[in-house]
């Protein structure tokens, strides 16, 4: 992934992961259909939030084995935009070092799918 923290689609990472999120007083399930060093895409959702509304995302990379049961990685920012069937995420804290192992870990992924 390049350095770039825009919204530009090359620097997104195509991925299908379960997500669950919560705002507000709402909770829900989506899927992650693209992720990047700013954002996410949530696909999938019964409920699109108001434009700026804060939410906090927990998307797991991988599936729980029965040796090991993974962390959910939290995402924490606001919705940026809607989508036909979901919403888009940009990230509050922007590019951090979490954010950005756990989006090159997802891209690493998607690599040895193809």
Not at 57 to 79: K, R
Request: charged residues 20%.
């Amino acid at each position: 992934m390049s350095e770039n923290t825009g919204w530009a689609r090359a620097n997104r990472v195509p991925i299908r992961l379960d997500t669950y999120y919560a705002y507000g007083w709402v909770e829900g399930a989506g899927v992650v259909a693209n992720i990047s060093y700013s954002g996410a895409l949530i696909e999938g959702t019964p409920a699109q939030p108001d434009i700026g509304t804060p939410i906090v995302l927990h998307v797991c990379l991988h599936p729980p084995s029965a040796f090991h049961v993974p962390s959910p990685f939290e995402l924490v920012g606001h919705v940026a935009r809607h989508s036909t069937s979901g919403f888009a995420v940009k990230y509050d804290a922007g590019v951090n070092r979490d954010v950005r192992r756990m989006v090159d870990d997802a891209a690493a992924i998607v690599a040895t799918r193809k």
